[in-house]
């Protein structure tokens, strides 16, 4: 992938659909990179929310920066989750990474003050379970408290049978994350009552 692709096709292609069928009101917007996009089962995963997957494979934060407007501002979701990405631990170093995370949250809450924004920690394969990822994930821990995000640690969720390669989540991997974000999502729907 080079540095300057800025992922017009595959937005032009997400938002296509738009055109014959109206998008949900108050989705839950997955918002990220392939662990999200390659997730076919999402809204069945997810229900009974509402889902759309609006994650492109190989993006990092300042490509959600970039799109975030186009893809989530637009649809008044009720919620949106973001995938920390692998792509972002592989490309930039930390100053960098913790830089345009925290652009990318306080848009999303500056321009959707009403909506959840849910920020996942690194998705643990084997070759990001190290310390230099913990340490990230935590600057992102802070980070959600700077801006009213939520942080979902899921650092410990996975085993080396939830992955189908060295990055991406497996049908169990899939599952196991549905289970923990419905969890999250339910519960402050109580609490908010």
């Not at 014959?20 to 076919?40: L, M, Q, T």
């Not at 997810?46 to 186009?70: E, N, T």
């Not at 990822?133 to 600057?139: F, G, I, M, N, P």
Request: charged fraction near 30%.
């Amino acid at each position: 992938m080079t540095e300057d692709k800025n992922f017009v096709e595959e937005v032009s292609a997400l938002l296509y659909r738009y055109r014959v069928v109206p998008a949900p009101e108050n989705p839950v917007i997955f918002f990220g990179s392939s662990n999200f996009s390659r997730w076919k089962c999402i809204g069945a995963d997810m229900a009974p929310f509402v889902c759309l997957d609006h994650a492109f494979g190989g993006s990092r934060d300042d490509d959600l920066l970039r799109w975030y407007k186009k893809l989530v501002v637009r649809f008044s979701p009720y919620a949106v989750v973001v995938n920390s990405s692998q792509n972002d631990v592989t490309a930039y170093d930390d100053r960098r990474i913790t830089e345009n995370k925290r652009l990318l949250l306080t848009a999303l809450k500056s321009d959707l003050p009403k909506s959840r924004i849910v920020l996942l920690s690194v998705i643990r394969s084997a070759p990001f379970r190290t310390k230099r990822v913990d340490a990230l994930d935590e600057s992102a821990k802070h980070l959600c408290a700077e801006t009213g995000a939520e942080f979902v640690d899921i650092s410990c969720l996975f085993d080396d049978g939830c992955f189908c390669d060295t990055s991406h989540l497996n049908r169990e991997g899939q599952q196991r994350l549905a289970d923990v974000l419905k969890n999250v999502l339910n519960s402050t729907k109580t609490e908010e009552k």
